[in-house]
């Protein structure tokens, strides 16, 4: 069965500073990995998204993750915070079926 | 392309009443899965439907139903309504076919739904 882990329901960076998102999944069978982000009274808007074809994935507004393989990871980093990355993020692989299994989230706060 | 609409965006509902959302998908989209969402349970799969037929279902009460409609809209229905039915829900939309892991989930803005 698949499932994922967000390290750190909550992460704080000034403004400028690289951002770090921890998140470790497992997977009986090679999976497929995204990263959401929501925003405050919205739904859910995709960052990125692992499909095997490249260990490195570039996402949107400069966010990057990098699939590691031997530490079953997908951490989603940012070199510099914007204030306008202030929200709540999301790993998810898909089972199987295509279902989404989610991370339990972590907030980042960028203070200025 | 327009994305995923929901509709209502906000509903206040009383215990033991039922309620009915509903979601448009991306045009062309065929699948239309749901999510809820609380602070407690985070995001949680309910159902998948794939033209008009249930794909794939989460572990919910018989309570929590849906529907697809041949345009691919779709529908879910909660009955009975419970103090923890409070909650954001998400629909999503994709287009892919098959159903498999590598298809791309588009989600709508969600449905607030408080029960008092």
């Known amino acids: 069965a698949q499932s994922v882990t967000q390290l750190g329901s909550h992460v704080s960076v000034s403004e400028g500073a690289l951002v770090l998102l921890r998140c470790n999944y497992s997977?009986?069978?090679?999976?497929?990995l995204f990263w959401y982000v929501q925003y405050p009274n919205q739904g859910l808007q995709l960052l990125l998204k692992?499909?095997?074809?490249?260990?490195l994935v570039k996402g949107i507004n400069g966010f990057e993750a990098e699939f590691k393989k031997s530490e079953t990871s997908f951490h989603l980093t940012k070199p510099s915070a914007h204030m306008s990355d202030a929200a709540e993020y999301f790993c998810?692989?898909?089972?199987?079926?295509?279902?989404?299994?989610f991370g339990q989230g972590t907030t980042l706060q960028v203070k200025p | 392309k327009a994305g995923v609409t929901q509709t209502p965006r906000y509903l206040i509902k009383t215990r033991g009443q039922q309620v009915t959302l509903s979601c448009s998908p991306i045009?062309?989209?065929?699948?239309v899965s749901w999510y809820q969402q609380t602070p407690g349970q985070g995001l949680q799969f309910l159902f998948e439907?794939?033209?008009?037929?249930?794909?794939n279902k989460g572990n919910f009460p018989g309570r929590f139903s849906g529907r697809q409609f041949s345009n691919s809209r779709s529908e879910m229905n909660v009955s009975t309504l419970e103090l923890g039915d409070s909650a954001l829900y998400l629909c999503?939309?994709?287009?892919?076919?098959?159903?498999?892991?590598?298809?791309?989930?588009?989600f709508g803005p969600g449905t607030r739904l408080l029960v008092l």
């Open positions: 999503a939309s994709s287009g892919g076919t098959s159903g498999g892991p590598e298809e791309t989930q588009y």
């Open positions: 997977s009986s069978v090679p999976p497929y």
């Open positions: 439907y794939f033209s008009e037929t249930q794909r």
């Open positions: 998810a692989v898909t089972s199987n079926t295509g279902k989404l299994i």
């Open positions: 045009s062309g989209h065929r699948s």
């Open positions: 692992y499909t095997s074809a490249a260990t």
